[in-house]
């Protein structure tokens, strides 16, 4: 500001002076203006030179070097990709939040169900042990009702089995129990060879009745055995007008 004051009071001490100049040439100049004008040029080159100088002071502090503009580069480049890094960072921060939020939705799912399926075989062992408990039951009733029945009689038991065996081996004693009438000789091939052996069959009529009544003969011989069997104290012989008992093979030894 001061120096272009300067330079408007110069300008019009020059523009002064040439008027003046124009007007009186044959005068002489005034001394005093022209001192004023040396005056005002030295002033204006101290003030020229300080801002000289203030422009030099300015220049250097803030204009930057060759060396920190590279570094500066070099340290945006840096910062754009630490955040370039930074969003990557963030991007993957997010995605395992998620797969974090859907595997602790599965476990929780997985959780419900396991409970549910422990429930249900709680449940199902619960009812297998009341129809257990209940099964043990009946048995033991029916365990308890079998021993309070009363036994079979072993009498009407093993006398219906019994009865052809005893008959056979009463007949058998009863035929040959005698040795006074049938002797060794008789046996012989060289005494008697005309010996002959009859098998008589069963007659129907006996063979029916006994199978179609077995109780009734069981009970008959169970009753009155000299019925059934002959006795082993009256000794029949064949041939002698006693019938053998029917169901059973007769021997007749005839002597020649």
Do not use: C
Request: proline share 9%; charged share 20%; hydrophobic share 25%.
């Amino acid at each position: 500001m001061e120096g272009a004051a300067l330079l408007r009071r110069m300008e019009t001490a020059v523009g002064s002076l040439n008027a003046s100049q124009e007007f009186s040439r044959h005068q002489p100049s005034d001394s005093g203006s022209v001192r004023k004008l040396l005056l005002d040029t030295k002033t204006l080159r101290l003030i020229l030179e300080e801002a000289d100088s203030l422009l030099r002071m300015f220049w250097r502090a803030v204009l930057p070097k060759s060396e920190e503009t590279k570094q500066d580069q070099g340290l945006k480049e840096e910062v754009v990709s630490l955040r370039l890094k930074m969003s990557e960072q963030e991007e993957a921060l997010k995605d395992a939040m998620e797969r974090l939020k859907s595997s602790n939705r599965t476990k929780d799912s997985m959780e419900h169900f396991i409970v549910n399926q422990l429930s249900r075989t709680r449940d199902v062992l619960q009812k297998a042990k009341t129809n257990l408990q209940e099964n043990e039951l009946r048995i033991s009733s029916l365990r308890r009702a079998s021993v309070s029945l009363p036994p079979p009689s072993p009498s009407s038991s093993s006398s219906s089995p019994s009865s052809p065996s005893t008959s056979s081996s009463s007949f058998s004693s009863s035929s040959f129990s005698s040795p006074s009438t049938y002797s060794p000789s008789s046996f012989s091939s060289s005494s008697s060879p005309s010996t002959s052996v009859s098998l008589s069959p069963p007659s129907p009529s006996s063979s029916s009745s006994s199978s179609s009544s077995p109780s009734s003969s069981s009970s008959s011989s169970s009753s009155s055995p000299s019925t059934s069997s002959p006795s082993s104290s009256s000794h029949p012989q064949p041939g002698k007008g006693t019938p053998p008992p029917s169901g059973f093979a007769v021997l007749d030894l005839k002597s020649g």
